[in-house]
T-cell receptor, first 113, second 112 residues
Framework: EADIYQTPRYLVIGTGKKITLECSQT?????MYWYQQDPGMELHLIHY???????EKGDLSSESTVSRIRTEHFPLTLESARPSHTSQYLC????????????FGEGSWLTVV | EDQVTQSPEALRLQEGESSSLNCSYT??????LFWYRQDPGKGPEFLFT?????EEKEKERLKATLTKKESFLHITAPKPEDSATYLC?????????????WGLGTSLAVNP
C-alpha cells in the first residue's frame, strides 16, 4: 500500500488567491510527480523531481510551481488562481529503477470561482 | 509515434459475466507496462506491472497478461465493486520512466 498523502483533498477558492497543494510520502522515494487530470480525461504530467533541489516542467504547460527541499515533501503552488486551474491534481512517487511502480496519492480537487 | 490505446472505452457487464480489457502499445523496447484502477474522484491505485511478453499476474478476480504488442486485463466473475476506470501506462524508452504514456482508460460498470 502506498504511503503518499495529499492535502487538502478538496478546495474552493476565489480568483487571484495563492494556494499550495501539499504532498508527502514516507517511502523515501527519490522521484516525485504532479499530474493534472480533468474528469474523464487522461493524466497529464505537469512537474517532476528526481530528488532534492531537482525539479523540471512536465509535458503539459502549467502556471504552477513546485519545490523539493526535502525528499518526502513536494508542494505545488499557484501564485494567482484562475478558473482555468480548476482540476484534480495528483501527486505520485516512485523509487529508483526504470520499471519501478509509480504510486499515487488520493488527489486534490481544486475549484477556482 | 509512441502510443497507448485502450479498448473498449466503456464496458457494462452483469455481475458474474467475465470479460477482458485491452491495452495496445506502439512503444519500442518495452520497459514495463502498468495497470491501474481509478475510482471516481480518487488517484489511480496500482494493480500490476508486467515486464516481458508471456508474463501473467493475478490478483483476486483480475489477471493481466502481456504480449509484444498488447496487454489484456481479464476480469473473471466480476462484482459491482470492480466498477472503476482501468488505466494502463507504458514508460517511454528514454532511459527513465519519467515520461509515462497513459491510455485513456476503460470505464467498467458491473451491474448487480
Amino acid at each position: 500500500e502506498a504511503d503518499i498523502y495529499q492535502t487538502p483533498r478538496y478546495l474552493v477558492i476565489g480568483t487571484g488567491k495563492k494556494i499550495t497543494l501539499e504532498c508527502s510520502q514516507t517511502m523515501g522515494h527519490d522521484k516525485m510527480y504532479w499530474y493534472q487530470q480533468d474528469p474523464g480525461m487522461e493524466l497529464h504530467l505537469i512537474h517532476y523531481s528526481y530528488g532534492v533541489n531537482s525539479t523540471e516542467k512536465g509535458d503539459l504547460s502549467s502556471e504552477s510551481t513546485v519545490s523539493r527541499i526535502r525528499t518526502e515533501h513536494f508542494p505545488l503552488t499557484l501564485e494567482s488562481a484562475r478558473p482555468s486551474h480548476t482540476s484534480q491534481y495528483l501527486c505520485a512517487s516512485r523509487d529508483r529503477g526504470l520499471g519501478n511502480t509509480i504510486y499515487f496519492g488520493e488527489g486534490s480537487w481544486l475549484t477556482v470561482v | 509515434e509512441d502510443q497507448v490505446t485502450q479498448s473498449p472505452e466503456a464496458l457494462r457487464l452483469q455481475e458474474g459475466e467475465s470479460s477482458s480489457l485491452n491495452c495496445s502499445y506502439t512503444v519500442s523496447g518495452l520497459r514495463g507496462l502498468f495497470w491501474y484502477r481509478q475510482d471516481p474522484g480518487k488517484g489511480p491505485e496500482f494493480l500490476f506491472t508486467l515486464y516481458s511478453a508471456g508474463e501473467e499476474k493475478e490478483k483476486e478476480r483480475l489477471k493481466a497478461t502481456l504480449t509484444k504488442k498488447e496487454s489484456f486485463l481479464h476480469i473473471t466473475a466480476p462484482k459491482p465493486e470492480d466498477s472503476a476506470t482501468y488505466l494502463c501506462a507504458v514508460p517511454l524508452n528514454a532511459g527513465n520512466n519519467r515520461k509515462l504514456i497513459w491510455g485513456l482508460g476503460t470505464s467498467l460498470a458491473v451491474n448487480p
